[in-house]
């Protein structure tokens, strides 16, 4: 008789779409994608609270869970209310104390209230006076191909919910995966995690052939 499938859950980073997952691929004879969207917050929505609604979108016990950036945060939070086989995160943090400075500074001085985030609607505008193969005409490509939610309210909320992050302690055997040069969450910041070489802060997309050799081998292991 054949082994039941692994059921394998992805959340994607703050705004982005499950289009960043487009290049993962797993065994199908072994393991069954999900992929998990970001749905808008209710107004004053606590962190942990959002997360038991997401988490009611995992419909398998036992599953695997992983999310990217913020959404490796969330994931965190959803594992609180599930029975998973592995928890792993991806370009994200495992506490609080895991944040870069500036993020602990906007908390202190709630300067979350203040960022421009209604500009983001404006990134499709933007992108059609890009002209050419310039590294910012590329950049509001990636943006425009894989950023799905500009609502103003759904970013106000996850800036201050990930900036101010109540976790202090990671999550016993969660797994986190973490490139050395990603400059959003610096390495220095962390503590233990599976470094990838030369791995930015969208990894998930353009190292993943790393992430297709060596994430079943983790979700097995």
């Given amino acids: 008789m054949n082994q039941a499938l692994i059921h394998v859950y992805l959340m994607p980073g703050m705004a982005a779409s499950p289009l960043i997952f487009e290049y993962i691929k797993l065994p199908e004879d072994q393991f069954k994608i999900h992929y998990l969207e970001w749905v808008l917050p209710n107004p004053k929505e606590k962190l942990q609270d959002y997360a038991y609604r997401m988490s009611k979108k995992v419909m398998h016990d036992q599953a695997v869970l992983i999310g990217v950036s ?4 969330l994931v965190q939070e959803m594992s609180k209310f599930l029975n998973l086989k592995k928890l792993i995160i991806v370009s994200s943090v495992k506490s609080n104390l895991e944040l870069p400075r500036r993020l602990h500074t906007i908390r202190k001085l709630k300067a979350y209230y203040v960022l421009p985030t209604g500009l983001a609607k404006y990134v499709n505008m933007f992108s059609r006076f890009a002209i050419g193969k310039n ?9 425009q191909k894989y950023l799905s939610v500009n609502d103003k309210v759904y970013l106000d909320w996850a800036i201050k919910e990930i900036v101010c992050w109540k976790q202090q302690e990671a999550i016993k055997n969660c797994i986190h995966i973490h490139g050395d040069n990603d400059f959003v969450f610096p390495i220095k910041n962390l503590g233990p995690c599976i470094t990838v070489s030369g791995g930015t802060h969208i990894m998930i997309i353009n190292k993943y052939k790393w992430f297709n050799e060596n994430l079943p081998e983790l979700i097995l292991g």
């Fill in 70 to 73: 913020f959404g490796g945060v």
């Fill in 135 to 143: 590294k910012v005409s590329k950049r509001l490509k990636l943006y």
